[in-house]
C-alpha cells in the first residue's frame, strides 16, 4: 500500500470520526437535554426550575436542597451538611470520615451534647439525622423522630400548644416512595413555613 493511499485511508477515517462527533454532540448535547427542558418545563414547571420557594416577591430556598436556619429555637432544625461551608450545592458531599476516625467521632459526641442541649432531650434520645450529615450533604428532609424531638422547644418558642404544632408535623410528613421505598421524611423548608403560616392565621 502507498504512502499516499495510506494518508487518504486516515483522512478518510478523521473525516467520519469528526462527522459523527458533530452529530453526537448536536444530539446529545443541545438537542436532548433541549428536548427534556422543554418536556420538564411543560409537564413540572416547578420542579424543572429547581423548586424554588418564594416568599413576599423574594427567593428564600428550594424544597430539593437543605439550608440552615441558624440555631433559631423558632425553626425545625436541618440535619448537619459536609458540603462546602454547609449546604453548598456546588459542593455536594460528605465528610469521607470513617465511623472509627477519631474527629470523627468527637465531632458527633459534640453535636450530640449540642442538640441535646438546643432541644432540651436527653442525649441519648437524640435521633441519629441530628447529628449525622447525608451523604450528598443537601437532604432537605429530617426524620420524624428528630423532627418530634424538636416539637416541644418550637411549641414553647412560638407560644404554640404542641398539638399544634404535631398536627403540622404530621401535614408535612411524607411517606415511603410506592408505600415500599425509602423511610417517611419531613420537608424542613415546608415544615417552617407552615409554622410562619400558622403565626400568620393566629393560635
Excluded: W
Excluded at 31 to 59: C, K, M
Excluded at 142 to 159: D, K, L
Amino acid at each position: 500500500m502507498s504512502t499516499t493511499s495510506s494518508l487518504r485511508g486516515l483522512l478518510s477515517q478523521f473525516g467520519a470520526a469528526t462527522r459523527a462527533l458533530a452529530v453526537m454532540t448536536v444530539l446529545l448535547g443541545l438537542a436532548y437535554p433541549l428536548a427534556l427542558t422543554g418536556f420538564a418545563q411543560a409537564v413540572v414547571p416547578g420542579r424543572a426550575d429547581g423548586s424554588i420557594v418564594e416568599r413576599d416577591g423574594q427567593v428564600i430556598g428550594s424544597t430539593l436542597i437543605g439550608q440552615s436556619f441558624a440555631g433559631d429555637k423558632a425553626y425545625f432544625q436541618s440535619r448537619p451538611s459536609a458540603a462546602g461551608e454547609g449546604y453548598d450545592a456546588l459542593a455536594s458531599s460528605a465528610s469521607n470520615l470513617s465511623p472509627a476516625n477519631p474527629e470523627f467521632v468527637a465531632e458527633v459526641r459534640q453535636r450530640i451534647k449540642d442538640v441535646a442541649s438546643f432541644d432540651g432531650v436527653a442525649e441519648a434520645d437524640v435521633a441519629p439525622d441530628a447529628v449525622l450529615a447525608s451523604g450528598s450533604g443537601l437532604d432537605p428532609h429530617i426524620s420524624p423522630a428528630y423532627a418530634e424531638q424538636q416539637v416541644t422547644r418550637v411549641a414553647a418558642a412560638r407560644g404554640l400548644d404542641e398539638k399544634v404544632v404535631r398536627n403540622l408535623v404530621a401535614d408535612n410528613t411524607a411517606g415511603r416512595v410506592l408505600a415500599f421505598l425509602g423511610e417517611a421524611r419531613v420537608n424542613v423548608l415546608e415544615l417552617n413555613l407552615a409554622l410562619d403560616a400558622q403565626a400568620d392565621r393566629g393560635h
